[in-house]
């Protein structure tokens, strides 16, 4: 089955910890996001990245770091920087160009619900 | 900056009958994609339609369909024969088709509620 595992599913930190949020796809997808949802609201873009060793920054990435070393893998970590870090986190994934019916569409994993303690 | 918008916080619906949800966007692009999210209690997002700015033709996909006006930037989605499961969050999204910036744009969600 392809598809986007994120682990863990539930998450806590204490004040003061890194924390790594794991995602993985077997799309072969170019492009994989990370979004923060919090309660009652839309997603906001934390960082994305569209091909190995290099990614972006999104609208909110203070607080924040990511790799894409591999294709399929693109972790991210919540720095304790990050002051207000208890949300829902959705990965993504999409084919990086507009070919077919399904190009540009971002598919999203089932997410890791972070508290902090 | 583009940005999608969302007018009705909650709505619900009688299971079999219809329900319509809108969703207004911002743009200066002339090429971009809009789609439409599911995301039920699960809270996993699911993909219930694409519809590519250049058609002038509405997607559909099964129960679901879309008003597409490009002009007047508007694009609501039909959801026909509600069915209970249908009751979750939706979310309208704006992408452009452009290759160097693949930044999706999300509104902040309608709640249906589908009733028996």
């Known amino acids: 089955d392809g598809g986007i595992t994120q682990s863990p599913k539930y998450l806590f930190r204490k004040e003061g910890q890194n924390v790594t949020l794991s995602c993985e796809q077997n799309l072969n997808h170019d492009a994989m996001y990370w979004y923060r949802q919090d309660p009652g609201q839309g997603l906001r873009l934390i960082y994305y990245s569209q091909i190995v060793n290099d990614f972006q920054k999104g609208d909110i990435a203070e607080g924040y770091s990511v790799s894409r070393e591999k294709k399929e893998s693109f972790p991210l970590t919540v720095t304790s920087a990050q002051k207000n870090p208890t949300a829902f986190y959705l990965c993504?994934?999409?084919?990086?160009?507009?070919?077919?019916?399904?190009?540009?569409?971002?598919?999203f994993g089932p997410g890791t619900r972070l508290t902090v303690l | 900056a583009q940005t999608v918008t969302q007018s009705q916080p909650e709505m619900s619906v009688q299971e079999a009958e219809t329900v319509t949800l809108s969703c207004t966007y911002d743009t200066s692009e002339s090429n971009y994609y809009l789609f439409w999210y599911k995301q039920p209690p699960s809270r996993q997002m699911i993909l219930v339609i694409r519809q590519e700015a250049y058609k002038q033709q509405n997607a559909t996909e099964n129960r679901f369909s879309v008003n597409f006006q490009k002009a007047a930037k508007s694009f609501s989605l039909k959801i026909s024969d509600s069915q209970l499961g249908d009751t979750a969050m939706y979310f309208c999204?704006?992408?452009?088709?452009?290759?160097?910036?693949?930044?999706?744009?999300f509104g902040a969600g309608t709640r249906l509620t589908v009733k028996p």
């Open positions: 999204a704006f992408m452009k088709g452009n290759y160097n910036n693949n930044d999706m744009r």
């Open positions: 993504a994934s999409s084919i990086f160009s507009a070919s077919g019916t399904r190009g540009y569409t971002q598919y």
